[in-house]
């Protein structure tokens, strides 16, 4: 059994290692965008989606998508689409399901394109739910398993076009894909789709939740400023419960992701359920936040 929780600490700990390292080169890479330094840009973001951050995946098959290496290359853009999408990414099932629906560097496949908009959804994709949508108005069902990723630089059938609208028709599911300004959008009447829940938390044992603690902030922030990754796990889930902290959902992920980064396999097993009490809107800002801070450093303002 402890060679086993060694083993996992390790990879933890690998993991962490290479995520922080994907997130400063992304960051830096969007700077280098913000400069105008695009060869130096497109490499930090390039570097961090192989190392495995969604966000630069994303980004990366957006930068494919719209030539930003030469001419546009779709094929790759999915590639990396998908990527993101496997990560779980709204923007990356989002951006994947655009390009099944218009059939660009895969075959066509409105099915998919539906379940992919579906799952975008359920993380609180805007555009997304108006592209879902307008496929189900469309009598279009999402499928009920992915389907399977073409090899990559596999050659494409040819798209078939959309129907053209009626007269009194605002324009179809590309328009919602392309629209730039949301206020442009017609109003989308349909039910909310609901996030999924994950399972209740496991009972935390004493030594993640010890009752005599009354102030943990006290107890442990100290510490957790100084990278004591135990210190940061308690502190975390004492904000999630809100018993010895004030309940504080953004700060619960914080001090988790922070524990999960700095090595503690224990954190990994808890953090689903503090993201999950961020409203998707403020995951992002939220995990980048985590990602750039360092050891000794006041708390960000979240």
């Excluded at 805007?126 to 469309?138: F, G, I, K, N, V």
């Excluded at 809107?281 to 000794?296: L, N, S």
């Amino acid at each position: 059994m402890g060679v086993d929780l060694e083993i996992q600490r390790e990879v933890v700990m690998e993991m962490a290692a290479r995520l922080t390292e994907a997130r400063k080169l992304y960051q830096e890479g969007v700077e280098l965008l913000q400069q105008e330094d695009y060869p130096q840009a497109g490499d930090c973001i390039s570097r961090a989606a192989q190392l495995g951050d969604a966000t630069a995946q994303c980004h990366l098959g957006f930068l494919y998508e719209n030539g930003f290496f030469g001419d546009p290359n779709d094929q790759e853009a999915v590639y990396w689409y998908r990527k993101a999408a496997d990560q779980c990414l709204a923007n990356g099932q989002f951006r994947l399901g655009a390009c099944y629906q218009l059939g660009k560097g895969v075959e066509q496949d409105w099915e998919e394109a539906a379940r992919l908009f579906e799952l975008a959804a359920k993380l609180g994709h805007t555009d997304a739910a108006h592209c879902l949508a307008d496929l189900r108005e469309m009598g279009v069902t999402p499928a009920v398993s992915p389907k399977e990723a073409p090899p990559r630089g596999a050659a494409v059938k040819e798209a078939v076009p959309e129907p053209e609208p009626k007269d009194d028709e605002q324009d179809g599911p590309e328009f919602w894909v392309h629209s730039p300004e949301p206020e442009a959008r017609q109003e989308v009447k349909s039910e909310p789709v609901a996030r999924p829940q994950p399972p209740p938390m496991p009972e935390l044992p004493p030594i993640l939740d010890d009752p005599a603690v009354t102030d943990a902030i006290a107890a442990y922030q100290a510490l957790a400023l100084q990278n004591d990754t135990q210190a940061q796990l308690k502190l975390g889930l004492a904000y999630y419960l809100g018993r010895s902290a004030p309940a504080d959902a953004k700060l619960a992920c914080f001090w988790v992701m922070r524990s999960m980064l700095a090595g503690d396999y224990q954190a990994a097993q808890y953090l689903q359920y503090c993201v999950h009490a961020l409203p998707p809107e403020e995951q992002d800002a939220v995990q980048t936040k985590t990602f750039m801070w360092m050891p000794g450093q006041p708390v960000p303002q979240l």
